[in-house]
């Protein structure tokens, strides 16, 4: 072979080469950016939203109010309770102003984590309660004076517009913060309220409820509840 044809036959292989190198690089680069590739580092990942903790929030251990309202000792359904004072879920009481003919139950088809919630169902008539609250009190609370509380629940209720969680500092219920209200009848909602604890709090009370007139054959359900510390 000539020089000449040699120069152009080596030409030839370096552009074949250069050509095949450049399309190697180009599946490897689509490869890294197709969701479909499992070797893909970028894929997306889904996250609970009812278990979501950011970055300023330190888990307070509540364990022994019975979050997740997985244990009843005392039986697994209350009709009527007493106001104040009939335990139903373990450390979990229900509290009302006015007429509420009940039932607090253990519930095992609608939860948000474990396997049980919590449950409260309004009688079909005879109901003329302006509020009630379903709590528990936490004991540790003095630790907490000064600082930022955060609490954190799953709700599902029957009707829009009057479920709540709230956190209250004072045995006699006065200083209180409450979230907003669930805004979707038959959904679960995730719900966060924050409490700057007072420096004379007496009492931490963890609540769900409701905050205006409650009516027959209304039904409210809370799972899934977490206390935070809050920096800022």
């Known amino acids: ?49 009812t278990s979501t903790t950011t970055a300023n929030e330190t888990a307070i251990d509540i364990s022994v109010n ?7 000792s005392g039986g697994t359904s209350f009709t009527n309770p007493s106001s104040d004072s009939t335990y139903t879920a373990d450390t979990w009481r229900l509290a009302w102003t006015g007429s509420l003919p009940c039932v607090v139950s253990r519930e095992g088809t609608l939860k948000s984590s474990g396997s049980y919630s919590g449950k409260i169902t309004t009688a079909s008539s005879g109901v003329s309660a302006s509020n009630f609250g379903y709590y528990t009190v936490y004991a540790g609370y003095a630790a907490y004076k000064g600082k930022t509380v955060r609490m954190k629940a799953d709700v599902y209720c029957s009707v829009a517009n009057k479920a709540s969680i709230v956190l209250v500092p004072y045995s006699d219920r006065h200083g ?44 409210y359900i809370i799972d899934n509840i977490r206390l935070y510390e809050v920096t800022p």
């Open 66 to 72: 019975n979050p997740d309202f997985e244990t009843w």
């Open 1 to 49: 072979m000539g020089l000449k044809k040699m120069k152009k036959y080596l030409l030839g292989m370096g552009v074949v080469v250069l050509f095949f190198s450049l399309c190697t690089g180009c599946a490897r680069e689509m490869s890294r950016s197709n969701p479909l590739d499992p070797s893909n580092t970028l894929t997306s990942t889904s996250t609970s939203t």
């Open 176 to 219: 209180f913060e409450r979230s907003a209200y669930v805004a979707l009848a038959n959904t679960w909602t995730p719900l966060s309220v924050d409490l700057l604890m007072p420096s004379d709090a007496n009492n931490l009370q963890i609540h769900f409820g409701c905050g205006v007139a409650v009516s027959n054959n209304e039904i």
